[in-house]
């Protein structure tokens, strides 16, 4: 008798085969779609970080019929790189299922090895010692710096983020929040200085809005708040919001392009009492 384990693992194995036959068929030569034969790992860059974060969308939407459906465009584009990679020989679908397995059970001693339970310091500890003895290993790792190894390509937030933990694991950071926020207020000066010169300086104006923001990340970070999803969420309220003046200046009997500010601030008071 086939328990549901073994049933779930067929199932899932025989979509994955339909799914990467597909792609396949896709990037046929003959009859192949046009637009599929034309990719390249460099072209479908842009499209890999749109669906992901099309997927992050969907989460904060709490829609889970939408999460199903971003997260299937973004393996897809996995699929589609190791179409690509499988047509130059390099490797295939399965190398990199094989690949991250291994990787994750070597992460993971204290789950795989000696089965022990590690705080969530000495885990981070754990994993960013056996990540320098990979890049170690692969004899690649000529920048010496712990800040070595943070994608370039990462959105700016989430960057700063990652190069402000990466400090903080090694004691750069400060222990309580005052300070933190002392630092926004800094910063925000600095930022009304240049604004506010005789002479603005355009460059000077954008370095110090920088360091604002790189603050501000800080603060999250402090928070335990991830600052790319919390700008997400942000962004959605507000857009949330700003419709609901639309409709109310509508309803009013003008559009939002003829009413004045003071009655759009009417509208966004009233929608925020809602």
């Known amino acids: 008798m086939?328990?549901?384990?073994?049933?779930?693992?067929?199932?899932?194995?025989?979509?994955?085969?339909?799914?990467?036959?597909?792609?396949?068929?896709?990037?046929?030569?003959?009859k192949g779609c046009a637009w599929d034969k034309q990719q390249t790992f460099v072209s479908i860059v842009p499209h890999t970080i749109e669906e992901a974060y099309e997927v992050a969308d969907a989460i904060v939407s709490g829609d889970m019929a939408a999460i199903k459906d971003e997260l299937g465009d973004l393996l897809f584009q996995v699929v589609f790189y190791a179409q690509l990679a499988?047509?130059?020989?390099?490797?295939?679908?399965?190398?990199?299922?094989e690949q991250l397995n291994s990787k994750l059970i070597r992460r993971h001693p204290h789950v795989f090895a000696q089965s022990t339970q590690l705080t969530t310091t000495e885990l981070n500890q754990q994993w960013e010692h056996i990540k320098a003895?990979?890049?170690?290993?692969?004899?690649?790792?000529?920048?010496?710096s712990i800040l070595a190894n943070i994608p370039k390509g990462m959105a700016p937030l989430q960057r700063a983020q990652k190069i402000q933990k990466k400090c903080s694991a090694i004691g750069f950071d400060w222990s309580t929040l005052p300070p933190v926020v002392d630092k926004i207020h800094e910063e925000i000066q600095e930022v009304l200085d240049e604004v506010n010169a005789p002479q603005p300086n355009q460059q000077a104006i954008e370095e110090e809005i920088g360091d604002l923001l790189f603050a501000v990340v800080n603060l999250a970070r402090h928070a335990k708040v991830d600052a790319e999803t919390a700008l997400i969420k942000a962004n959605q309220k507000f857009e949330k919001r700003f419709r609901a003046v639309e409709t109310i200046l509508k309803q009013q009997g003008q559009g939002i392009e003829a009413a004045t500010l003071e009655e759009m601030e009417a509208a966004w008071q009233t929608v925020k009492k809602q």
Not at 23 to 29: A, E, G, I, S, Y
Not at 86 to 97: H, L, S, T, V
Request: net charge negative; aromatic share 4%; with cysteine.
């Open 133 to 144: 003895q990979e890049r170690a290993g692969k004899q690649q790792d000529t920048d010496a």
């Open 86 to 97: 499988k047509e130059q020989n390099e490797f295939d679908f399965a190398g990199i299922c």
């Open 2 to 30: 086939v328990d549901k384990a073994d049933k779930a693992a067929k199932l899932n194995a025989e979509s994955l085969a339909d799914l990467l036959k597909t792609m396949q068929v896709l990037r046929d030569p003959l």
